[in-house]
């Protein structure tokens, strides 16, 4: 299957600083990224779609200036965590998709575990 | 609604035995994709198998196949001659047209544990 990167796995900060989560699609072009939140014992939770080259489009509830999400393009997309709180503090994960079909299939990254003191 | 509904909070198998994890799904969405995916203890998410609506048969990848029923809108995953390593969060994800097959759609989740 193919290959999606996430950096960093882990990350700690201070509360009120910003952290970058980077995920990037290695041996495919992603024409869409998603960005992903899952809580301990729970299902993933979409937070945005991207698609290179525009906006970000975020679910309800989601604080797009918050999260704010970078698709610079085909390989790389960014999250970041602004001015972050220990509510912040969740695993992280994003998925890439190489294409817009039935059949394409999101391929996941590793995760980013936040934690914020 | 649930989309996804995944009944099994929690599964024990012996090694080497077959294991049946539950899936149902709600749509009114006549083109659709269902898949499986496997999230270990170490977070990455897995994909294991995928089933599109119009698929007149079951998918097989290896170990896992996905008993589909389209009628009773099931999408169970079997993991024939289950191993230690298989012990591991489990979920049912479906895909809809009308998100342009982009939105994936997960259940709670199953956990698998597999004993010696």
């Known amino acids: 299957g193919a290959v999606v990167s996430q950096h960093p796995s882990r990350v700690i900060c201070k509360s009120g600083t910003s952290v970058k989560i980077e995920c990037r699609s290695l041996?495919?072009?992603?024409?869409?990224m998603f960005w992903y939140r899952q809580f301990p014992k729970q299902s993933l939770m979409l937070m945005a779609t991207?698609?290179?080259?525009?906006?970000?489009?975020?679910e309800q509830g989601v604080e797009k200036d918050k999260f704010l999400i970078n698709h610079a393009s085909l390989t790389l997309s960014t999250l970041t965590v602004t001015s972050a709180h220990p509510e912040d503090s969740s695993f992280y994960i994003c998925?890439?998709?190489?294409?817009?079909?039935?059949?394409?299939?999101?391929?996941f990254g590793p995760g980013t575990r936040l934690t914020v003191l | 609604a649930q989309k996804i509904t995944q009944t099994q909070p929690g599964m024990f198998v012996q090694e080497k035995e077959a294991v049946t994890l539950d899936c149902t799904y709600d749509?009114?969405?006549?083109?659709?994709?269902l898949f499986w995916y496997k999230q270990p203890s170490s977070g990455e998410m897995i994909f294991l198998i995928y089933?599109?609506?119009?698929?007149?048969q079951n998918a097989t990848e290896g170990r896992y196949s996905l008993n589909f029923q389209k009628a009773r809108k099931s999408a169970n995953l079997v993991i024939s001659a289950s191993q230690l390593g298989d012990s591991a969060m489990y979920f049912c994800?479906?895909?809809?047209?009308?998100?342009?097959?982009?939105?994936?759609?997960f259940g709670k989740g199953t956990m698998l544990l597999v004993s010696p």
């Open positions: 749509t009114s969405d006549p083109s659709y994709g």
């Open positions: 994800a479906m895909r809809e047209a009308r998100t342009g097959y982009s939105t994936l759609t």
């Open positions: 991207s698609n290179e080259g525009s906006k970000a489009t975020y």
């Open positions: 998925s890439a998709m190489g294409g817009p079909f039935e059949t394409d299939t999101q391929y």
């Open positions: 089933q599109g609506s119009y698929d007149q």
């Open positions: 041996d495919f072009q992603a024409t869409t």
